[in-house]
């Protein structure tokens, strides 16, 4: 068997770029160490903001003048288009809360308009029944009155009755009765 490796030029490309950032590393370190160095670079990122923020401000103007949209006006449409997403997104879920609260009112309305039909529907039921009842109180009631007139009738009838039977009993009373006799062909 053999022992050869096969070449791998990733494992060659990482060993170069290992010794080249422990290079840049290294003088980089020396840079940074030196005084005089910070002091300039620090001098040259302020030049080179100062040199950005004028040339923001132009840009800026320019496009102004040529009626271009800049990276803020995009920012801010981008900002206000997503808070009027979330507001639709708020009034859709109200609007569905709404809904459903109507779905569930309009349900106990239907429910009450139910229960009224029944008590509509009971209520005529009761105006006949009563209907039925005053005719059939008005008929008792003429009952009533035709009964005592019959009772104050039959009254006058009974004392008419008892006053006869005192007349006949004085009339008897004055006038024995004789028996006659007849006979056939006589007259009286």
């Given amino acids: 068997m ?20 422990k290079q840049i590393n290294d003088f980089l370190f020396l840079l940074s160490n030196n005084n005089e160095f910070v002091k300039m670079s620090k001098a040259g990122n302020d030049t080179h903001s ?3 923020e004028a040339f ?4 800026e103007a320019v496009a102004g003048v040529l009626n271009l949209p800049t ?14 997403e979330e507001k639709i997104d708020s009034l859709e879920e109200q609007i569905w809360d709404i809904q459903d609260s109507l779905k569930s009112q309009s349900k ?11 008590i509509i529907k009971l209520t005529k039921q009761l105006k006949t029944e009563l209907g039925k009842t005053k005719k059939e109180l008005a008929d008792s009631k ?3 009155s035709e009964l005592q007139e019959i009772r104050f009738e039959l ?10 039977e005192i007349l006949k009993s004085q009339f008897k009373n004055d006038h024995p009765i004789e028996p006659v006799l007849t ?3 006589s007259t009286k």
């Fill in 2 to 21: 053999s022992t050869k490796s096969s070449f791998d030029p990733y494992d060659s490309f990482k060993k170069y770029s290992e010794i080249w950032e």
């Fill in 50 to 52: 100062r040199y950005l």
């Fill in 56 to 59: 923001k401000k132009n840009q």
């Fill in 71 to 84: 990276k803020n006006d995009l920012a801010n449409v981008t900002s206000l288009t997503i808070q009027t």
């Fill in 108 to 118: 106990e309305i239907e429910s009450v308009i139910d229960v009224s039909k029944e």
């Fill in 142 to 144: 003429n009952l009533k």
């Fill in 155 to 164: 009254n006058k009838l009974n004392n008419l009755k008892e006053d006869i």
């Fill in 183 to 185: 006979g056939a062909g």
